[in-house]
């Protein structure tokens, strides 16, 4: 049990390293930075465009529904990596079970195809 825990040493001293010098980073920067609040520093800046009109208004929700599709389906392409790796190690029943994860994968983009959620033009 003890060899099991140590194991995961490495990886704890790594994040707490992480946390430690992102933790470090931001005191430092707030401590050292300058802090000048004047009217022009705290006008909004977009791109160099003077903003106009309200920011709240609203706008097509393709937008969001495209940026979760991406999310999606990049999510679900990183399982084929450790599959990649080990394929010959999971032999026939490793192939079969990608065949079926890369069906379900095609089923529902060709579903959301079909459903028109890619379609810009609406």
Do not use: C
């Amino acid at each position: 049990m003890n060899s099991d825990l140590s194991s995961y040493f490495p990886i704890a001293l790594q994040f707490i390293l992480a946390a430690g010098f992102v933790g470090l980073t931001m005191f430092v920067t707030h401590v050292v930075g300058p802090n000048l609040r004047t009217r022009k520093k705290l006008k909004p800046f977009e791109s160099g465009i003077n903003p106009s009109g309200n920011a709240r208004q609203p706008f097509a929700i393709k937008y969001f529904l495209t940026a979760i599709l991406f999310v999606l389906f990049d999510v679900e392409v990183i399982f084929l990596y450790p599959w990649a790796i080990n394929y010959r190690e999971l032999g026939v029943y490793g192939i079969l079970t990608m065949v079926i994860f890369l069906g379900l994968l095609l089923s529902g983009f060709f579903y959301i195809i079909r459903k028109g959620a890619l379609d810009w033009d609406q």
